[in-house]
């Protein structure tokens, strides 16, 4: 009997202890350190593939990391952006916020490439767009901030998700906020992300009606700097032949990490009418007044913000998958 009993007991410890340790909840942790056995080299391998692309493109690194932004607005982090269209997908990279913008894609291929002769099978798309993006703001000369990983791939797409729950320059401060907080951020992660237009350009069709036609005034936008207005009235002449021109979301300093979008923003000579509508209301314009002023506290703030918003809706564990190629489900 005490010999069953001891058995018994025994028995249950080791599966207590085997549903503890190999619990999904315990399991699915992002970690820091998720790869430091497995791929010890990865970070290194995604930040000299982000710098050899810079090297070359100078608009490379704001479109690095719009892709993570893009990616995981759209039911969480899990590389669905990055999937090409096929028979049974119809995937994000023809929708309206993508279309034609969305670049990128070819880095991330040659990084996973890369990683994959190192650690095969090893290392989601996901997790390589999330680190490609930290890196992007860090060779910028942004801030550089801890990345936890684990993510797995997703298996599917959806443009119609993307045109629906990525934030668009043509809407409303509420609108985007609220788009926002569905994933779990806040108003302050609004303005704080948006600092992200530090870097990067914009086309013209994105601004253009604040040039000639403010809300149908058949007017410029009158809160606009009226310098900068006239320089893109140049660059985006009103004709239809001018919707694809490119300026620069930060004039000042265009390929420089740092808080000058939110010091433009304070003197109305923010580009999109999403982002000048930061200072139109109460809360929000004291944020990017004191970002404005406080590179420092930006900077951290940014770092913090961006783990966040990379943890919306990770797949981990043994869902999903890792996949071989960042294009295609296995």
Known sequence: MDSYSNSSSFLSMLLLFLFFFLSPHVQCQLDYGFYDDACPYLTKIVRYGVWSAMQND??????????????????????????DDTSTIKGEKNALANRNSARGFEVIDDIKASVEEQCPS???C????????????????????????GRRDGTTASESAANEQIPGPFESLQNITSKFTSKGLSSKDVVVLSGA??????????????????NGSGKPDPNLDSSLLQNLQTVCP???????NLAPLDPVTINKFDNVYFKNLVNNSGLLQSDQALMGNTDTAALVNNYSKYPYLFSKDFGASMAKMANIGVITGQDGQIRKNCRAVN
């Open 126 to 149: 996901v997790d390589i767009l999330a680190l490609a993006a930290r890196e992007a703001v860090s060779l910028s000369g942004g801030p550089y901030w801890s990345v936890s990983l």
């Open 238 to 244: 009103n004709v239809d032949g001018s919707n694809a």
């Open 58 to 83: 100078t608009r490379i690194a704001a479109s690095l990391l719009r892709l993570h932004f893009h990616d995981c607005f759209v039911n969480g982090c899990d590389a669905s952006v990055l999937l």
């Open 197 to 214: 237009h530090t870097i990067g350009f914009a086309q013209c069709f994105t601004f253009k009606s604040r040039l000639f036609d403010f």
């Open 122 to 124: 090893t290392v989601s």
